[in-house]
Structures are given as structure tokens and as C-alpha cells.
């Protein structure tokens, strides 16, 4: 089988120890394919190093919302530029998170739309962060269209997740499928069509509940597959090749690793 995990943070200080390591793992257990979004501007050339220099990684370039205290206007402008000289295969992480009262929802919207339009002008897909802000969101995509994407831990509606799957976009699930107090969570990964769904672990956060308290790997990303076969009553391998079929074609990705 093979399986992409469609957001993990690679890139991050948590992983410099044994990156290697953990990729070997993730090869031995078919993840052969990762997508690492960025987080900030001062990550981008580290992020682009590590995909550059390892096969099956793939690069998001992006300014999350969570950082908003460490973007500046310049850094729209060079998001822009390094997307057209880069390419790399998505914009994001990006979106609007309501969670964290503490967060100016106006500054957040003004980088939100603007790297909106750095995605449609490059005619790429984004990779959304949203919390507490699903119908915020859906009203700028209606607003500023973009070509599709994946709401990455999607934890909202099941009418929310109708509009973003008119709207181009794929719906990630990962490691919270693995807890069985994810009462709604679950839920929705069973009765969402499964061509809307793509897997993903966020690591290092989120991880599965065989790991509670540690950090997250993507090598765990198997076990968010037997979660979600289980709860859909389906054979593990025909979802591997669905989910990993969806994010080949959300992200446009070549069909060989």
C-alpha cells in the first residue's frame, strides 16, 4: 500500500534528531509520499532544502495564521515570488483561526485574503488551517476562488464539509480519528464520501492515541488508515489507494513518487 501524508511539519526542531530515521521508517511502512507546509517566511529555506534533498517530500509555502505576530506586508510579496520562481505544489499552511481569542481577526483576514490571491494567481492549491472559523472561511473562497485544496484537520460540519467539497477541496483526517471520545469526528469520516478524503498526521502535533503524550510521526499515518477503515466497515488497502488517488489529484502530484 501506499499512503501520502498530505500535512506533517517535517521540517520543524522536532525532528532534527532523527529525520532520517523517521523517513526510513515511514518508506518500510508505505508512506512514501509527504507534504510539508511552512509556517512562516524564516522556515521557507529550510523547508525547501529538506524537500529538495529528500525524494517524496513536497513543499507548501505559506504564513500560518497562529504566527501572525512574526508576518510582515513583506512577506506577502515574497510568498508571491518565491510560488512563481518555486513552484512548490501548494500555498499553505494559511486560514483563519478563531480558537486563540488573542489573534487580531482583522490582521488574520487582510493575510488570509491576500495569500489567497498569491494561490490564485499561480493557479496552485491551498492548504487551509481553520478553527472555530469554517463559515468565515467559506465565505472568502466564494469571494476569492482558488484552485481547490485540502482543509487540513477538518473539524467542522457536515454541511460546512459539503460547501468545501463544492468549493474544490478535500478534507484531511489523521491522528484524532484514533480516539474514541472523536465522537463527531468520527462520524463525519464515515459518512463523508470517500473521494473528498485524504489522510494526514500533522506531526508532530496531534498524535494517534498509541502514542499519547509523545511526539507525532508520519510513520503513524497507518494507523489513521486502520481507523478509518474501521469506522468506515472497508478494506484498508482500497482506502489507501482511494485517499492516496485524492491527493495525488488535489495536489496535482505525479502518479510515481
Not at 489567497?116 to 481553520?130: F, I
Not at 480519528?177 to 463525519?188: D, Q, V
Not at 478494506?235 to 489529484?249: E, G, K, S, V
Request: aromatic share 6%; proline share 5%; net charge neutral.
Amino acid at each position: 500500500m501506499e499512503l501520502i501524508d498530505t500535512h506533517c511539519h517535517l521540517d520543524v526542531t522536532d525532528f532534527d534528531a532523527d529525520r532520517a530515521e523517521v523517513l526510513a521508517q515511514c518508506r518500510v511502512r508505505g508512506v512514501n509520499r509527504i507534504v510539508v507546509p511552512a509556517v512562516d517566511a524564516a522556515g521557507w529555506d529550510k523547508l525547501l532544502a529538506l524537500c529538495a534533498g529528500e525524494a517524496g517530500l513536497y513543499p507548501a509555502l505559506g504564513l500560518h495564521p497562529v504566527y501572525l505576530e512574526r508576518h510582515r506586508p513583506p512577506h506577502v510579496t515574497a510568498l508571491a515570488e518565491r510560488v512563481a520562481r518555486q513552484r512548490p505544489v501548494a500555498v499553505g499552511e494559511i486560514g483563519l483561526d478563531y480558537f486563540v481569542t488573542d489573534l487580531d481577526r482583522a490582521r488574520q483576514q487582510s493575510l488570509f485574503e491576500a495569500q489567497l490571491r498569491v494561490a490564485a494567481d499561480a493557479r496552485l492549491p491551498v492548504l487551509l488551517h481553520v478553527r472555530k472559523a469554517h463559515d468565515e472561511v467559506l465565505a472568502t473562497l466564494r469571494r476569492i476562488p482558488v484552485k481547490g485544496g485540502i482543509c487540513h484537520a477538518f473539524n467542522g460540519s457536515l454541511q460546512q464539509a459539503r460547501h468545501y467539497i463544492k468549493l474544490g477541496f478535500k478534507l484531511g483526517f489523521g491522528g484524532m480519528l484514533t480516539y474514541e471520545r472523536s465522537l463527531k469526528l468520527r462520524r463525519l469520516a464515515a459518512e463523508l464520501p470517500l473521494d473528498a478524503l485524504v489522510l494526514e498526521t500533522d506531526a508532530p502535533d496531534l498524535v494517534v492515541a498509541s502514542h499519547r503524550g509523545e511526539r507525532n510521526s508520519p510513520a503513524y499515518l497507518p494507523e489513521c488508515l486502520a481507523a478509518l477503515a474501521e469506522l468506515r466497515g472497508e478494506d484498508p488497502a482500497y482506502l489507501a489507494a482511494a485517499t492516496t488517488r485524492n491527493a495525488l489529484a488535489v495536489l496535482d502530484l505525479p502518479t510515481a513518487a
